[in-house]
């Protein structure tokens, strides 16, 4: 058995697909233990829009996927996702995961299961437990397509076995106190180093739009409102796009947006091409709809606009508020999105004025994951490793 402490992170998005909360923390968590990371569960019939490269397979698979980390590729029965064989799939990974630590000859120091499915409670009374919420479950239900009554089930039990709750807001964890927690917050964070080269990078070669330049950078879903894009385009900014998009999201708005003159949208780009696209934005959008799952929520793309310099017009999120800075224009859920337009294009106008650029990448770098995944380390009692 190695002398440095393994952590399991089962978490709810594949490895090799976007970065987001789980695998950024579990990356600086690295600094402190091996990670076994887990991947959501796929079956031969998923989707190859789902599988995010990941091959076909009817057996779990271990890879190694840098210093410190291992990640477990999991599988699961065809439709997984429907009600009656979902609620059998957190015992099929519990079974893969302890597959994978007796190959690995290891047992953890702690499981953080970043969803409220089965995992946490099976290891042993010397494994730490921790729930990792990063969004409101229950509120989020319909989005997932999830029967409500399934998620409040499922948070309650995770709830019971677990001996850590840890939240990305305080709003989420106002939730999780009513319901007996005593949840620790860390809100979501940024790699700013990422973005310190963006106004060198080389121009994308497929975005050809007049200034000023607004920005979406991420999922395009019902989380977004399409409305506050449009006038966004109305006011005289060109928008740009960049990030995957629900199919079943705002189908007639969306299309005549991107018929417009003045919009473009690439889709999903790689990380690494992010900064490139940024380099073309003079203001970085945060336009979420005004429902409790987003209030709960911390919008990572918030933080990696700042660090890429640009300043950013926000709806009014308790995350935003939170943040607490000049550097964010929130605007009021307005009846009229108007609003909306009108800050962005006037904010647009101090985007390159160079000491709010070093302003809004300072503030950033105070926001690294490196500094969250630090938080996470403390709450679970993990020290650094030596170099």
Known sequence: MTAEPWVVVCAVNSWTGTARTDRHIATQLTRYARVLWVDP???VVTPADYRHGAPRSLRPRLHTEGPRVTRLATVAQPFHTR?????ATPGLVRAQIRWALRRLRVRPAAVLAF???????????????VLYATDDYLAGAELMQIAPEDVDREE????????????????LAGKWRALGA???????GVRADAYTGVDSAPLPTDVDLPGPVAGVVGHLSDRIDVRLLEAVVEAGCSLLMVGSRDERWAVREFERLRA???????????????????RMIDVGLTPYVDTAFNRASFPLKTLEYLAAGRPVVSTDLPAMRWLDTD??????HPTDPAAFGEAALKVAAEARMPERVKARQEFAAEHSWANRADRVARAIGLTKLAD
């Open 41 to 43: 569960p796929v079956s």
């Open 83 to 87: 009600r009656g064989i979902r609620l």
């Open 115 to 129: 969803s409220a499915s089965d995992l946490l409670g099976r290891w042993g009374d010397d494994v730490l437990d």
């Open 156 to 171: 309650r039990e995770a709830l019971a076995r677990a001996d850590r709750v840890i939240v990305v807001s305080e709003v």
């Open 182 to 188: 005593d949840p620790v917050v860390v809100p979501g």
């Open 260 to 278: 417009h003159p003045r919009v473009a949208y690439v889709g999903h780009r790689p990380f690494a091409e992010l900064p490139s696209y940024l």
């Open 327 to 332: 550097l964010i224009r929130i605007v009021d």
